[in-house]
C-alpha cells in the first residue's frame, strides 16, 4: 500500500485547501479534547462538514483527542467519541491509554493512532502497543533514521513519522516551561514557546549573562525532503507535517513539495536531484526559520538549535483565488503582498506544474484600473491563463 501524506488542518478552510492541495488525510482537533486549544478548531458541525468533504475526494479524515487528561476531561468524553464514529471519521489520535480503551469500547469502528506525545521510539515500546492493538503509532520526533529501520522489522502495525514542521527544545508532550512561567499549558495547547525567549541569567543580584538565549531560540524547524526516498523504502504508513496554526498558503506549499517527491518515487522507483530542486522550491515559500533534517541523521547538536534571529519570511504570497469566472476568464482575488502591472505572476496549480503569467491590467471593486497592489486584503479582478478556484494561491 501506498504511504499517505498527512497535512494539518486548523480550521475547515485549510482542510479543504490541504485536501485540494494534495493530502492523502488531514488531521486536526475539536473544540474539546485536543492540544492545539488556541487554533480555532472544529465544532462538530464542522467535523461532519470535513469528513464529508475529504471522503467525497477519497482522502481520510483523523481527530486529535490528545489531552493528557485530568478525571474532569472524561466528562461527555463517550459521547463526543460516539458522535465521531457517526459522521465517519476514520481515526482518532489519543495520547492516553485510558481514552485508547474508551474509544474501543464506546466507538469500535473508529481506528486508534497513538500520538507522538507518547513518545514511542524503540521497538520495546512499539510491541507495547502492538499488544495494545491500537491500529497506529506516530512514532516521537525524536527518532533517529537508524532507529525507524530497527523499528519497521518488527512492526506488525503502521507506523506514520513526522517530516516538516516546528519541533519542541524537549521531548513533544513533556515539557511543562510554559506552565511554570506563563500558567498556560503546553499539553492542553497553550504553550507560550517560552524556550524561545530571550533570558537573563543572575545569580542573586549579580548579571551573569545577557542578551544570551539559555535554551537557545528553540530548535530549528523540521524538514526532511532528502529523507522522503529512504522513509518510503521501510514503508512507513504516513508521513506527517506538524502545523495546525499554519496558514493555508504554508499547508499548500508544503504539501506541493512532498506530494512531488512521493508521486515521482511512486512513478520512477527513486527521488532524483531535480524533484529534490523543485521540492525545496515550494517548501522554501513558506519558511519562516532555519530547517534541519530533525532527529533522522542522529540525535542533533547545537547545530539543530536557533541562536539569532534571523528568519526567512518569504514575501512571495501574492493573493489568494476567491472566485472565477470561465467566460471571462478573470479572478477576483484577495491581495496579501505587494505586485504591480506588468509583474509576473505564478498560478501554484494544485494538479500539475505552476502556470506563469502577466498582469496586463486590474481592476477595483468600483471598476476603477489600479496601477499597484499594496493594499492587503483588497479585492482586485484580474485575467487569468487558466482556470482557477477559490483555493487557489497566486505567488510570485
Ligand atoms: S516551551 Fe518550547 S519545548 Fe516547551 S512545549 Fe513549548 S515549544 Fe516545546
Known amino acids: 500500500m501506498r ?90 489520535i489519543c495520547a492516553s491509554q485510558a481514552i485508547c480503551d474508551l474509544c474501543k469500547r464506546v466507538a469500535p469502528k473508529l481506528e486508534v493512532h497513538i500520538s507522538t506525545q507518547q513518545t514511542t521510539l524503540n521497538s520495546y515500546a512499539m510491541a507495547y502497543w502492538t499488544s495494545k492493538k491500537v491500529d497506529r503509532i506516530v512514532l516521537g520526533r525524536e527518532v533517529t533514521y537508524e532507529e525507524l529501520q530497527e523499528i519497521m522489522q518488527i512492526a506488525e502495525i503502521p507506523v506514520e513519522v513526522f517530516i516538516h514542521g516546528g519541533m519542541c527544545a524537549n521531548f513533544s508532550g513533556r515539557c511543562t516551561i510554559s506552565n511554570v512561567l506563563t500558567n498556560r499549558d503546553a499539553n492542553r495547547g497553550g504553550c507560550a514557546q517560552s524556550c524561545r525567549w530571550n533570558y537573563h541569567l543572575y545569580h542573586g543580584d549579580d548579571l551573569l549573562d545577557k542578551d544570551e538565549y539559555l535554551f537557545s531560540l528553540g530548535s530549528k524547524d523540521m524538514s526532511t525532503p532528502d529523507y522522503i526516498e529512504r522513509l518510503l523504502k521501510v514503508n512507513v504508513a504516513s508521513l506527517k507535517i506538524e502545523g495546525r496554526m499554519k496558514t493555508a498558503y504554508y499547508i499548500a506549499s508544503i504539501l506541493k513539495g512532498y506530494r512531488l517527491l512521493i508521486d515521482s518515487y511512486y512513478e520512477n522507483g ?127
Not at 483565488?321 to 509583474?343: C, G, L, M, P
Request: glycine share 4%; net charge negative; no cysteine.
Open 3 to 92: 504511504t499517505e501524506l498527512l497535512a494539518p488542518a486548523g480550521d475547515l478552510d485549510r482542510l479543504k485547501t490541504a485536501v485540494i492541495y494534495g493530502a492523502d488525510a488531514v488531521y486536526f482537533g475539536g473544540k474539546q479534547f485536543s492540544l492545539r486549544a488556541r487554533a480555532s478548531n472544529f465544532s462538530l458541525d464542522d467535523i461532519k462538514e470535513a469528513v464529508e468533504f475529504a471522503h467525497s475526494y477519497g482522502k481520510r479524515v483523523y481527530v486529535t483527542v490528545n489531552i493528557i487528561p485530568h478525571n474532569s476531561d472524561f466528562n461527555g468524553l463517550e459521547e463526543y467519541l460516539r458522535k465521531l464514529e457517526e459522521f465517519n471519521v476514520d481515526a482518532i
Open 270 to 396: 527513486k527521488v532524483s536531484e531535480e524533484d529534490l530542486k523543485k521540492a525545496d522550491y515550494y517548501l522554501s515559500l513558506a519558511a519562516n526559520r532555519d530547517t534541519f533534517n530533525g532527529f533522522y541523521p542522529g540525535v542533533p547538536d547545537e547545530k539543530g538549535q536557533l541562536y539569532n534571529f534571523i528568519t526567512t519570511a518569504s514575501q512571495s504570497f501574492i493573493a489568494n483565488v476567491r472566485s472565477y469566472d470561465a467566460e471571462t476568464s478573470e479572478a477576483i482575488i484577495e491581495v496579501r503582498n505587494h505586485f504591480e502591472v506588468n509583474d509576473e505572476l505564478v498560478i501554484m496549480n494544485p494538479n500539475g506544474d505552476d502556470v506563469r503569467f502577466t498582469v496586463k491590467e486590474m481592476f477595483d471593486e468600483k471598476n476603477e484600473p489600479v496601477e499597484v497592489a499594496n493594499k492587503p486584503m483588497q479585492l482586485l479582478r484580474i485575467k487569468v491563463p487558466v482556470a482557477v478556484n477559490e483555493y487557489t494561491f497566486i505567488h510570485k
